[in-house]
């Protein structure tokens, strides 16, 4: 097949489409299944984007990857300690079934799609005026870069993030409705898995971000205020449950449908769960290996195209991670400038 | 994580409180994104399913999507919507089962480019498309909706706001997605 002839069969027909019939077509879906549009925060714009990005930052930091999109990770962890991280390839398909299953792309609806999450004390990311400040709210020495790229620029912005707890029970009737909600049937939750609690507590964090000032437009595309740098420190999550064992959660989750062979083989790899925080990587958008860092091991995550790079590694009891736009030997040269 | 997010609305927004309040209209902000880009979604689509009513189907599910979690007036709606479009209509592509994906391909009206008053070159053109989906729907999500949207007709610096990718990589992006696509093909 030449370029012509795949450009033949890619461009079909233009489609003729009567936009009035569409959209009446709408109105009376919405109306019918009653759907509401959101509704914007009445609050100051700086002030939102500057808390948007502390709590994805916060996402990133206190419960680290455990708590994706995917639900699988830290469902394995029976007692769950950090001491180092590795890499979980995600396929576009991991991604595309969990996308369908949950009900909405937010932590606490993702997890709906297995049981209910249900913060008991939620995150609340606050800005500080300076690192002591951080430092102080904290608990923790809050380290900060002492090395930087000439791209980073300005003095950062500090953000603490409280110690957070959050509950998530298991649940049959959530899961089979996940599973029916992209036409596959889910295999049948075991009776000491329904109903199962997992406690799951992360933070205090100290989160630092370079270049994202109040109405900062410096990104392109559908992301703007994306931020230069993004530096945070935790201590590191930790999860426990009521009683099941990390072995019957491994195996009930897995058998999930829609993970791929991919992902439960790199799931079943770790060899202990326990003290092993899966980091979830797009397996066609992103690269990842092993770096030294700080004296310890840790990983590296780049995206193929160039645009994001972070370096995440555990020491001492605390999560670290860099995040920005800059290539892998400026990221572990950030990192390894941590004092 | 962050590819997890990119789904999210970069603005500050929550579902609104009354989940039983129907409204009687959507807003003017809404109608005009609509009315703007409803044939641009429904083309996307299209280019993927090469079946008009399944890509409309597909288009207002993207804007029912958008309607739940974005602002009208975002401007990142246009980009947004079109991203959505390729991805949902790879979905409804990969979910056809084989029977159904052979109907499909063989309701298509013959391509207007194609030679009509050739029979045996109609149904080459027939079969191309055919397995053009097929390959389509095993392809890496990216290079994909890249495609799609390329196909589509939408430019370079559309493709890079839709996808979130620098517009000066779409070029490079492009090729290696064509070139996926022809190994794919063999």
């Known amino acids: 097949m030449n370029d012509t002839q795949i450009e033949r069969a890619l461009g079909t027909d233009e489609p003729r489409v009567n936009t009035d019939n569409a959209l009446a077509r709408f109105q009376a879906r919405v109306q019918t299944e009653g759907i509401a549009p959101v509704v914007p925060i009445a609050r100051p714009r700086v002030t939102s984007r500057w808390l948007q990005g502390l709590a994805a930052a916060a996402g990133v930091v206190i419960v680290a990857s455990a708590l994706t999109l995917s639900g699988v990770a830290e469902s394995v962890l029976k007692i769950f300690e950090p001491k180092t991280v590795v890499a979980v390839p995600i396929t576009q398909g991991d991604l595309t079934y969990l996308g369908q299953a949950c009900t909405g792309v937010n932590l606490q609806e993702c997890l709906g799609a297995y049981g209910t999450f249900v913060w008991t004390t939620p995150p609340q990311p606050k800005e500080v005026n300076s690192r002591s400040q951080a430092s102080a709210q904290a608990g923790f020495t809050a380290l900060a870069p002492t090395s930087l790229p000439s791209s980073v620029t300005g003095d950062p912005r500090y953000g603490v993030i409280n110690r957070s707890t959050a509950t998530f029970t298991f649940s049959a009737d959530s899961t089979r409705q996940s599973a029916a909600r992209v036409n596959r049937t889910a295999p049948p939750m075991p009776a000491n898995i329904e109903g199962s609690k997992l406690f799951i507590t992360g933070g205090p964090a100290v989160v630092q971000i370079w270049g994202a000032p109040a109405g900062a437009t410096g990104a392109t595309g559908a992301y703007p205020d994306v931020p230069t740098l993004v530096v945070g420190q935790a201590k590191a999550p930790t999860v426990s449950s009521d009683g099941i064992t990390v072995d019957e959660l491994r195996s009930y989750l897995l058998s999930q449908p829609g993970i791929s062979p991919q ?40 995206d193929n195209t160039g645009i994001a790079s972070a370096v995440i590694w555990q020491k001492d009891g605390m999560m670290f991670e860099v995040i920005g736009s800059f290539n892998e030997s400026q990221a572990l040269s950030i990192a390894n400038s941590m004092r | 994580m962050l590819y997890g997010c990119m789904q999210a609305s970069p603005s500050m927004t929550l579902p609104a409180r009354d989940p039983g309040h129907v409204v009687s209209a959507v807003s003017p902000a809404f109608e005009a994104l609509f009315r703007s880009e409803y044939a641009r979604v429904v083309g996307i689509a299209h280019r993927v399913l090469a079946d008009q009513a399944e890509a409309e189907d597909v288009a207002q599910d993207v804007f029912v999507s958008f309607y739940r979690g974005h602002p009208a007036d975002a401007a990142y709606g246009p980009a947004w919507l079109h991203a959505a479009a ?17 109907e499909a391909a063989l309701a298509v009206p013959p391509d207007a480019t194609a030679a009509q008053d050739d029979p045996a070159e109609t149904v080459v053109a027939s079969e191309t498309r055919e397995e053009v989906r097929a390959v389509l729907a095993r392809l890496p999500e990216r290079s994909a909706a890249m495609l799609a949207l390329r196909y589509a007709g939408l430019s370079y610096a559309e493709i890079a706001a839709a996808l979130d990718v620098r517009a000066s990589s779409v070029g490079t992006l492009l090729r290696r997605a064509e070139d996926a696509f022809r190994r794919e093909l063999r």
């Open chain 1, 263 to 302: 992902l439960a083989a790199a799931i079943r790899a770790i060899g202990d769960p326990s003290s092993t925080l899966p980091v979830p990587v797009p397996a066609e958008l992103a690269v990842s290996h092993p770096v030294t860092v700080q004296g310890v091991q840790g990983l590296y995550v780049g």
């Open chain 2, 86 to 102: 390729a991805h949902a209509a790879l979905n409804a592509l990969r979910g056809r089962d084989r029977r159904s994906r052979r």
